[in-house]
């Protein structure tokens, strides 16, 4: 995978979301806080369709997502794929739960990334106490992760491709709103019809459509990559939507 550093001058902003992603699911002590920072420093770009893990690739390191959009994707032998879920900036990624994970699909870049390596996160999920710190927070992720590929689940399995378009839009917008990427009730959505359509398991056309159907009834504004929620308890009533709550650290103690 190609790399280039990035410059160091975008640093601070790019400190600043990694600990307002942190900060979401727990506290940060002060020596932990700069151990992230000084990783951040070493952020390095990531060009577009470039693979951040292989399938089968070992889970040991982690990385944030500071700039651009992935997914996790498997790939058929005849070369369509199924998008398991999207990664936004904020988003935690090369963890496992378990002693010598592995990846069972690719993480891909859909637009250029920027990403960094965190090991203070490896180190504290790997460590004995995981009740409190870096490593209650890494638990916790790993544990919102798990809520978001439910809901991909539960999207492509029972609902119409119209509830699985507005379900799509809205986590993303809070997803997005918690690391402060949304203004008012509008995000940049950087992806294809193509990328949504693989995501939701529609045709492209039919995703087209159900966006157009969306933007008839007064749901949603699309201009360039720009989506802005018009009604966003209508859109959650249609969709079943309901917020991802953060989990709770709960204590945890390996014997």
């Given at each position: 995978?190609?790399?280039?550093?990035?410059?160091?001058?975008?640093?601070?902003?790019?400190?600043?979301?990694?600990?307002?992603?942190?900060?979401?699911?727990?506290?940060?002590?002060?020596?932990?806080?700069?151990?992230?920072?000084?990783?951040?420093?070493?952020?390095?770009?990531?060009?577009?369709?470039?693979?951040?893990?292989?399938?089968g690739?070992?889970?040991?390191?982690?990385?944030?997502?500071?700039?651009?959009?992935?997914?996790?994707?498997?790939?058929?032998?005849?070369g369509?794929?199924?998008?398991?879920?999207?990664?936004?900036?904020?988003?935690?990624?090369?963890?496992?739960?378990?002693?010598?994970?592995?990846?069972?699909?690719?993480?891909?870049?859909?637009?250029?990334?920027?990403?960094?390596?965190?090991?203070?996160?490896?180190?504290?999920?790997?460590?004995?106490?995981?009740?409190?710190?870096?490593?209650?927070?890494?638990?916790?992720?790993?544990?919102?992760?798990?809520?978001?590929?439910?809901?991909?689940?539960?999207?492509?399995?029972?609902?119409?491709?119209?509830?699985?378009?507005?379900?799509?839009?809205?986590?993303?917008?809070?997803?997005l709103?918690?690391?402060?990427?949304?203004?008012?009730?509008?995000?940049?959505?950087p992806?294809?019809?193509?990328?949504?359509?693989?995501?939701?398991?529609?045709?492209?056309?039919?995703?087209n459509?159900?966006?157009?159907?969306?933007?008839?009834?007064?749901?949603?504004?699309?201009?360039?990559?720009?989506?802005?929620?018009?009604?966003?308890?209508?859109?959650?009533?249609?969709?079943?939507?309901?917020?991802?709550?953060?989990?709770?650290?709960?204590?945890?103690?390996r014997?």
């Open positions: 995978m190609p790399l280039t550093r990035v410059f160091k001058s975008d640093t601070p902003r790019h400190a600043a979301l990694a600990m307002r992603s942190l900060l979401r699911f727990g506290r940060v002590a002060s020596n932990d806080e700069m151990r992230v920072r000084d990783a951040i420093g070493d952020a390095e770009l990531c060009p577009a369709a470039g693979e951040l893990i292989a399938e690739d070992p889970l040991d390191c982690a990385r944030l997502l500071l700039s651009g959009w992935a997914a996790r994707v498997r790939f058929l032998s005849d369509r794929r199924q998008i398991l879920n999207f990664l936004v900036p904020g988003d935690t990624f090369g963890i496992a739960a378990r002693p010598c994970g592995f990846s069972p699909s690719a993480l891909v870049a859909l637009t250029p990334v920027v990403v960094a390596e965190v090991p203070a996160l490896s180190d504290a999920i790997a460590g004995p106490d995981v009740s409190e710190g870096l490593g209650a927070i890494a638990w916790c992720m790993l544990r919102h992760e798990e809520v978001l590929m439910q809901n991909q689940l539960m999207r492509v399995g029972r609902q119409t491709a119209y509830e699985r378009m507005a379900h799509l839009l809205l986590e993303l917008f809070h997803r709103k918690v690391v402060a990427f949304v203004q008012g009730n509008s995000y940049l959505l992806l294809t019809q193509e990328m949504l359509a693989d995501a939701l398991g529609l045709s492209v056309v039919h995703t459509r159900t966006l157009q159907q969306l933007r008839r009834d007064k749901m949603i504004e699309l201009r360039n990559s720009a989506v802005t929620i018009l009604q966003p308890d209508a859109m959650a009533t249609v969709a079943d939507f309901r917020e991802p709550a953060l989990p709770e650290p709960k204590p945890r103690v014997g």
